[in-house]
């Protein structure tokens, strides 16, 4: 593969992980970008936080990818944005050649996604977690160490939580949470929280 040259959005825990995860693929961190002040002129990883995100088209890279794990600001930065954004799966990570990958999304150490499935853009399956065949996975959805079963789905913007499982063809909707350790055994509405064995309701949301 061809190396490149790309920075990360953000300074933050993720964005560590996220940078861990382009140079076990081979590509070079440029630096991060990140509005915290406080954290300009450090270094992570030998990495220097080079500035806030207006600074970006000073930058020499070539692509760029978000190390956000918070679906609605990883959104919304793409929409002020105009990059070319990268894909990237770890080495240590296992995708089947039939999957469809979305652009910006990371797949993590450790992680497995099954033929058939369906990635959107901007995704995070973070480390260890799996996605079964035939699963939907929306754009800026974030799965933590959870599980999709066959032909499940995750809209945009959900977010499953560690230890999260959901059953085979069960829905998780737009902007849903379901919570650590639960299981969702029948569908999720958007914007709500679901928690517990079996998963039920405990909190609606409403979107600004």
Aim: proline share 4%; charged share 15%; hydrophobic share 45%.
């Amino acid at each position: 593969m061809n190396q490149k040259k790309v920075i990360v959005i953000g300074a933050g825990g993720h964005a560590k992980v996220v940078a861990s995860t382009l140079m076990a693929a081979g590509h070079h961190v440029v630096g991060f970008y990140d509005d915290d002040l406080q954290k300009r002129g450090t270094h992570i990883s030998g990495i220097p936080v080079v500035g806030p995100v207006s600074e970006l088209k000073y930058g020499d890279f070539s692509h760029a990818i978000i190390g956000v794990g918070q679906n609605e600001k990883r959104k919304r930065l793409v929409e002020e944005l105009n990059l070319d954004w990268i894909t990237v799966v770890h080495p240590y990570a296992w995708v089947h050649p039939d999957v469809s990958l979305g652009i910006g999304t990371v797949v993590c150490a450790g992680a497995i996604i099954q033929p058939s499935a369906k990635i959107g853009s901007h995704v995070i399956i973070n480390t260890k977690a799996s996605v079964d065949h035939d699963c939907c996975v929306g754009d800026y959805v974030h799965m933590a160490l959870s599980h999709l079963a066959g032909g499940a789905t995750a809209q945009e913007g959900a977010f499953l939580a560690l230890g999260s499982i959901v059953l085979p063809g069960i829905q998780v909707g737009a902007w849903a949470t379901v919570s650590a350790g639960s299981v969702a055994m029948r569908d999720v509405m958007p914007n709500s929280t679901v928690a517990g064995v079996p998963a039920r309701l405990i909190k609606e949301t409403t979107l600004n």
